[in-house]
């Protein structure tokens, strides 16, 4: 059997219902978008300068994606970005002696974001 709504049950339906919506909106309020590209850029430049600590911090740990080294492959976690980041360190390692290549990799980089949409 069908049970029709009150129109009291309505109104308390559709005020419970905008006040969930209200708090859900307040919740998000504190990240604009001000401050998501700035957490986006500065996860750029921990990619550029090979801090893994920074982002390791602002990714999450069961991330997946797709990246040109995977040759298609879904990536799954952080250890496969992990390995590209120690393999950096190491290659800095390798050529301390030889100051014409520490010299290119240490050239600045120009990270930059190009008409970011929020």
């Known amino acids: 059997s069908t049970i029709a709504m009150s129109q009291t049950d309505k109104f308390k339906?559709?005020?419970k219902?905008?006040?969930?919506?209200?708090r859900a909106s307040e919740s998000i309020k504190p990240f604009s978008n001000k401050s998501v590209?700035?957490?986006?850029?500065?996860l750029l430049n921990s990619i550029a300068t090979g801090d893994y600590d920074v982002y390791k911090k602002l990714c999450s740990g069961d991330l997946s994606c797709f990246e040109p080294e995977s040759a298609g492959m879904l990536v799954?976690?952080?250890?496969?970005?992990?390995?590209?980041?120690?393999l950096g360190s190491k290659?800095?390692?390798t050529y301390q002696n030889?100051?014409?290549k520490v010299i290119h990799m240490n050239m600045p980089k120009n990270i930059t974001m190009s008409n970011p949409h929020i």
Do not use: C, W
């Not at 219902?17 to 209200?22: E, H, L």
């Open 37 to 42: 590209l700035a957490t986006n850029q500065e």
């Open 13 to 15: 339906s559709i005020e």
């Open 98 to 100: 030889k100051p014409e």
């Open 17 to 22: 219902d905008r006040v969930m919506m209200k």
């Open 91 to 93: 290659m800095m390692k």
């Open 76 to 86: 799954e976690g952080l250890e496969f970005h992990k390995f590209y980041f120690d």
